[in-house]
């Protein structure tokens, strides 16, 4: 397990997020169970301790309210839900390096507003595109295709112009595989989300496949190393 697991009735708190050394879950009874009392008079909840000083650092001392929490696991299971606002505080800087979101602007010019846009491997990558402009649809539409680390951009580009019907994104076999993820082929006022998880470090060109636009709207995804 690799986070909190909360149902109705219970709370758990995984020993490899604790850094403790059994394998098996530690199980906090909720409120109304059989084990209420017993976890009432077990004094200190190791795991809640460990846990917490696990994402904040081994140099964590708890505060007045941690240490009456600590001491008093049956309250702590009672007001579940302000507890947990306490733990995602020290939860959101661990887990924030695991996702990026980036957002990418288009414009009647035929620009991106970012012609280069940085990662981590591994990270999950949500990307927000939009057309920010005033032409019709009809006349001026763009995307965002990030293409696999050394795919030629010039042919991809010429092939994709034949695929009007799929947003000039093309859906043969072959230029699939060239494909990491794209956005929707949007008009102006139009905004796209996609996400991918981000690949092995390198180079990834990315470009708008709209007939005639891939020669100005080009930029490079990369990927860096953990």
Do not use: W
């Amino acid at each position: 397990m690799s986070g909190i697991v909360l149902n109705a009735k219970r709370l758990f708190l995984p020993s490899s997020l604790c850094g403790g050394e059994q394998a098996r879950d530690k199980e906090v009874q909720g409120e109304g169970s059989p084990a209420r009392g017993r976890a009432a008079g077990s004094g200190a909840n190791p795991d809640l301790f460990l846990f917490l000083r696990s994402v904040s650092g081994p140099g964590f001392i708890p505060t007045k309210p941690f240490r009456f929490l600590l001491l008093n696991p049956h309250l702590m299971n009672r007001h579940l839900l302000a507890t947990l606002s306490v733990f995602a505080a020290f939860l959101a800087p661990a887990f924030a390096q695991d996702e990026a979101k980036l957002e990418v602007s288009s414009n009647d010019q035929m620009q991106y507003d970012k012609k280069a846009l940085e990662v981590v491997t591994g990270q999950k990558v949500t990307v927000v595109f939009k057309y920010v402009g005033a032409l019709p649809k009809a006349a001026m539409a763009h995307n965002i295709v990030i293409l696999q680390a050394g795919t030629a951009v010039p042919g991809f580009a010429m092939k994709a112009m034949a695929a009007a019907a799929s947003g000039y994104i093309p859906q043969d076999e072959d230029s699939k595989k060239l494909i990491l993820a794209h956005s929707e082929t949007i008009g102006a006022g139009e905004t796209s989300t996609f996400s991918f998880v981000a690949p092995a470090p390198g180079a990834y060109p990315y470009v708008c496949t709209f007939p005639g636009h891939f020669a100005l709207m080009q930029g490079v995804l990369t990927v860096k190393e953990k």
